[in-house]
């Protein structure tokens, strides 16, 4: 179980002053237009940008925390993977294994099954589609089994099918008492599947809560200019564009 504090988290224009908790358990999604900071927040969490502020795993400052330890702990999925050698895709989930210095075979091949791409096991990744070389990503890092995944746009190359399935896959691992914090932009997905949201605009918390509560008109209209109608009446919430 991991608890991730965030206090007054700056970075140059990009972020200014976010502050929030992710609990085990939950799915907490991020959102916001373009530009808003929802990578950057990612990236300061993952350890990839030089930031002011304090970002805490429990009771340890993740300023002050080992690399490995880090990495074992807490593992990023970026917007954009791509490998610069030609590897196989089983050897792209192995690298997961890397903070642990063991390349446990039994886990490799439960992510590359959980993700559905066990049977390009012995394929070069870079023979395969954006979507596929995206599920190979997710692979490497359930493979490193950390407590908290950081998931930047998992679902921007998938097709129907498989954003479904990833959400499935974040939402079950979230609930292992472990926690998930991704960016998303389609609106109705994040109401359907995350517990929290935090909306940002322009670095800044414009609001946070649950779906309810954060995915209201008046907050889409004043971060996104767009006039939207909400139903969280149905079994399956949905956010339309009027105009």
């Excluded at 929030?20 to 916001?32: A, Q, R, Y």
Aim: net charge negative; proline share 4%; glycine share 6%.
């Amino acid at each position: 179980m991991a608890v991730i504090r965030i206090e007054q988290l700056q970075l140059d224009s990009r972020l200014a002053g976010v502050s929030l908790n992710l609990k085990p358990g939950e799915l907490f999604g991020v959102i916001g237009p373009n530009g808003s900071g929802k990578s950057s927040l990612l990236e300061c969490i993952a350890g990839l940008q030089r930031y002011t502020g304090d970002i805490h795993l429990d009771e340890h400052n993740l300023a002050h925390m080992p690399g490995q330890a880090r990495a074992r702990r807490i593992a990023l999925l970026p917007q954009r993977c791509q490998s610069a050698w030609a590897l196989k895709v089983a050897d792209v989930i192995a690298l997961g294994r890397l903070p642990w210095g063991d390349e446990d075979a039994d886990i490799i091949a439960r992510a590359a099954r959980q993700t559905g791409v066990f049977e390009w096991f012995d394929a070069r990744v870079d023979h395969l589609s954006g979507g596929e070389q995206a599920r190979v990503w997710l692979a490497r890092v359930l493979a490193g089994r950390p407590e908290v995944i950081l998931a930047d746009e998992p679902l921007a190359s998938l097709d129907l099918h498989y954003q479904q399935r990833v959400l499935e896959l974040l939402r079950d691992y979230a609930r292992a008492e472990r926690s998930v914090l991704l960016s998303i932009h389609d609106l109705t997905l994040a109401a359907q599947w995350c517990d929290r949201l935090v909306l940002l605009d322009s670095g800044r918390v414009h609001a946070i809560g649950t779906p309810e509560t954060v995915l209201t008109p008046d907050n889409i209209r004043h971060v996104y200019d767009v006039e939207v109608e909400v139903d969280f009446s149905a079994s399956r919430p949905s956010v339309r564009v009027l105009r």
